[in-house]
């Protein structure tokens, strides 16, 4: 089979609301999840993570705050160490973790805080408990905690037609997303392409609610990451008879891979800017909701930073991230070239792929893929 490097969800980077687990692997994923602190030195944590990858010194960052810790420290502390050391006490309290958010939200209501703003939280709170589910094999238990409150959102939304504030599109969008990870996840091997998780909230049903939310209006990124998995959903749609993939679904795929590059290209990479991979409003009013009321004397802060996308970085940073979503998108071109038969554009999208990203683990990705190509050209010699 055609691997490619698919990141678990569209964030792995540091939202500053809730960093997520690592695969059990050694690809670590890097969580755009961190619960958002005004203090200035809980940010400078939050900031080493985010921009330089580096969970164990933003894990020393918050150790060495004073005072009393807030509900977000605490809780970000201990995920980081779960993060940098796979200590298991995060996973092993992570009831006690949702009891403590209703207990200080309950106390923030009374202090007036936002419905959306709570909500927000409880999404991303959710959100990564989900997503480390679904790392450590658990597939079908991450979609299911996760459509438990995704479905009436998403089924509300259709039925009335509305396009969700901005402020909760960009942590929905994400866990829209990980249910689609778990679908693919699920399906991967069948002989009958996709294997669905909900009678109602189908991976059809999802990219048809994701659509109608104007995600390019929002943030360029958000739109970027949902032809890559239009383009992974229809690589998985099997012919039921033979098993084989379907030829309209290939024409399907040509278009969104090409949708895909021409947003990466014109919207995301001129720009010379990473404003996240989740959204841009989103990311504008994360220092100013925080958690538990601590953002709200902070100004609004849009995650913006000049960057080189051809240049290397590092894995898990958010411009690394970025750039392995580019990766993903010309491993899939590479594949639909090789079910054409075109051998040489496929060979030059596969090394396109293995420049644009550096990642150790990459190798035996590009080195499987390489004998696909091989193989399927008479080239069995060089497979």
């Not at 964030?11 to 692997?25: E, F, H, L, R, V």
């Not at 290397?312 to 899939?332: C, M, R």
């Not at 893929?369 to 069995?380: F, P, Q």
């Amino acid at each position: 089979r055609w691997r490619n490097i698919h990141y678990k969800t569209v964030d792995k980077q540091i939202q500053k609301d809730i960093t997520i687990a690592p695969m059990k692997s050694s690809r670590p994923i890097r969580g755009r999840n961190m619960l958002s602190n005004s203090i200035p030195s809980a940010a400078s944590a939050v900031n080493l993570y985010e921009r330089q990858g580096d969970s164990v010194a933003a894990l020393e960052a918050y150790r060495s705050l004073n005072g009393d810790a807030t509900f977000s420290q605490v809780y970000n502390q201990s995920l980081l160490s779960y993060v940098s050391t796979g200590d298991e006490t995060f996973i092993e309290q992570i009831d006690v973790w949702k009891k403590r958010w209703e207990l200080e939200s309950s106390q923030q209501e009374q202090g007036g805080l936002p419905n959306r703003k709570k909500t927000r939280k409880e999404y991303t709170i959710l959100f990564n408990e989900c997503l480390i589910l679904f790392v450590s094999g658990r597939a079908r238990d991450a979609a299911s905690g996760i459509l438990g409150t995704l479905r009436p959102v998403i089924i509300k939304a259709k039925t009335d037609n509305t396009i969700l504030h901005d402020e909760l599109l960009g942590i929905t969008a994400r866990m829209a997303f990980l249910v689609l990870d778990c679908i693919l996840s699920i399906s991967e091997g069948s002989h009958g392409g996709l294997t669905q998780v909900d009678d109602v909230c189908t991976s059809e049903y999802i990219v048809n609610w994701l659509e109608s939310q104007n995600l390019l209006e929002s943030d360029p990124q958000l739109k970027f990451l949902l032809q890559i998995y239009k383009s992974r959903i229809d690589f998985a749609v099997r012919d039921p008879i033979n098993g084989k993939i379907v030829d309209a679904k290939i024409r399907g795929v040509k278009k969104e891979l090409k949708q895909a590059m021409e947003l990466f290209n014109h919207k995301i990479r001129t720009t010379g800017e990473t404003v996240s991979l989740g959204s841009l409003s989103d990311a504008q009013s994360q220092s100013q909701s925080g958690v538990v009321g601590e953002g709200g004397n902070a100004a609004p802060y849009v995650n913006r930073e000049r960057i080189n996308h051809h240049a290397t970085v590092e894995v898990g940073t958010q411009e690394g991230l970025l750039q392995a979503h580019h990766q993903s998108a010309l491993n899939l071109k590479a594949q639909l070239e090789q079910l054409k038969g075109n051998t040489k554009k496929s060979l030059v999208l596969c090394a396109e792929a293995r420049a644009s990203h550096t990642d150790p683990s990459y190798e035996s990705i590009d080195a499987n893929n390489l004998v696909i190509v091989y193989a399927t050209s008479r080239k069995r010699h060089l497979a």
